[in-house]
């Protein structure tokens, strides 16, 4: 007589040989499996990763209740990085998610690094919209010398702008200060290299950068953002999103828009010699201020206009900007203007300057040219004529460094267990129901 497991046993290959079996009603009496709630990967995510955009209104209650920034009582609710990083670890997949990415993200250096990779979009997006404009008039005008003093002008404030998001970079990449523990070879940089692990970690935190820098500029120009946040981390040959979507932008551009829009400081080397745009401007061979290398790390007993500015979009207390009337994006902007998912609220006027004297009628034409930009026009002061020397002793001197939310990252450490982590409940659900009669037989 046949025992339980050989009938088992005899009823797959019956199923396996004919497709049918008569045996329909037949369960098996194996201990369930093991089922996890969330398979994480070891390799690096290749392909699109999709961010969810369709949270509906009742996520969006559980998100303002379990996860969003509570705000200081006596203070102005504005709007700040540490909401677009909740919103995008919200929507983020599981998958690409981990406790070094989100402890990654909630580190000074981090924030510093993503606030002026935010500005530095937006100042490109804004320019590259000004050069459209530039070369459409060249059809029925003439260039002029003011036009190269002009696009000069836009040129070296891009490249100011990338040593901003360069020098944070850096200490990303060399395992400095409190990125140590994040390095590939370890702390004391002895162990072997991680490589698998370091660069599922990189293109995670690259495609995270991408998705906040696109919240931040109000969830417009995505392509745009994604192509030029990819060139400045990893170079044109390596850009992996112009490669998948073969774009060409960077061949239709003609001489003018790309030496406004490109920089000075482009080497074309071997590829295994190649660096990243953002290490040629921190070694180009042009007049920089060497205190622009030490915004928001040292503290200097004077900086200049131009300086002091950049100075609060890297590190400045969001009450500041608001004060000053500017904004890195949508960060220092009342917080009421917006929703939950930091939409803008239907109704509401987030235009800062000449939006309440215009014309409904220049309004109206304007909408259908192009998308109403939620954050006031970035306006540079200019650079010192004066050009600064080297002082004999460097200031060593470290700034106050803005805390960052231990709440939110609790939070948002907590959830990742609770997604990642099987309940029993989980298991219970995905385990075979075995009938009272299969076992009694």
């Known amino acids: 007589m046949k025992t339980m497991r050989e009938a088992s046993e005899g009823c797959m290959r019956m199923d396996t040989g004919l497709g049918m079996s008569k045996h329909k009603d037949y369960y098996f009496d194996l201990p369930p499996a093991h089922v996890e709630a969330v398979q994480i990967t070891s390799k690096a995510p290749t392909g699109t990763i999709e961010f969810r955009d369709d949270i509906d209104l009742i996520e969006q209650l559980r998100y303002k209740r379990r996860y969003q920034r509570k705000p200081t009582p006596g203070k102005v609710d504005l709007v700040t990085l540490q909401d677009v ?58 260039r002029t010398k003011q036009c190269e003093i002009l696009e000069n002008q836009f040129r070296e404030n891009l490249s100011d702008l990338r040593i901003l998001v360069a020098k944070e970079y850096c200490i990303l990449l060399i395992g400095g200060g409190e990125m140590k523990k994040f390095h590939h070879m370890g702390k004391e940089k002895k162990r072997r290299s991680l490589s698998d692990k370091d660069a599922r970690l990189f293109e995670t935190f690259v495609r995270m950068s991408v998705q906040i820098v696109y919240l931040a500029l109000g969830r417009r120009n995505f392509h745009q953002i994604e192509l030029e946040c990819h060139r ?12 998948t979507l073969k774009t060409g932008y960077h061949s239709k551009m003609i001489p003018e828009e790309k030496k406004v829009l490109m920089g000075a400081c482009v080497h074309h080397v071997k590829k295994l ?27 200097y007993t004077q900086l200049s206009t131009r300086l002091d500015f950049l100075h609060l979009v890297v590190s400045g207390p969001e009450e500041k900007l608001l004060e000053s009337n500017m904004s890195v994006g949508l960060i220092g902007m009342p917080r009421s203007l917006f929703d939950i998912m930091l939409r803008p609220i239907v109704g509401q006027t987030t235009e800062k300057s000449k939006a309440s004297v215009m014309s409904a009628k220049s309004i109206q034409r304007k909408s259908l040219q192009a998308p109403q ?69």
């Open 232 to 243: 400045v981390l990893k170079s044109e040959i390596f850009n992996t999103v112009e490669h």
């Open 85 to 142: 990083k909740d919103i995008a670890l919200y929507t983020a997949p599981v998958s690409i998610l981990s406790p070094m990415l989100i402890d990654l993200l909630h580190l000074p250096s981090t924030e510093r690094f993503l606030r002026a990779l935010i500005f530095c979009c937006a100042y490109y997006l804004q320019i590259a919209e000004e050069m459209s404009k530039r070369i459409a008039d060249l059809a029925n005008k003439v």
């Open 373 to 441: 930009r939620l954050y006031p026009e970035i306006i540079l002061p200019p650079r010192d004529s004066i050009e600064m020397d080297l002082p004999s002793v460097f200031p060593d001197t470290s700034a106050e460094v803005r805390p960052v939310s231990q709440t939110q990252l609790r939070r948002w450490r907590n959830r990742f267990i609770r997604l990642t982590k099987p309940t029993s409940a989980t298991v219970a659900a995905a385990a075979p129901v075995v009938p009272a009669r299969a076992v009694s037989a």
């Open 273 to 299: 010699n190649t660096r990243s745009p953002l290490m040629n401007e921190m070694f180009c061979r042009r007049p920089i201020d060497f205190r622009l290398m030490g915004l928001g790390v040292i503290k």
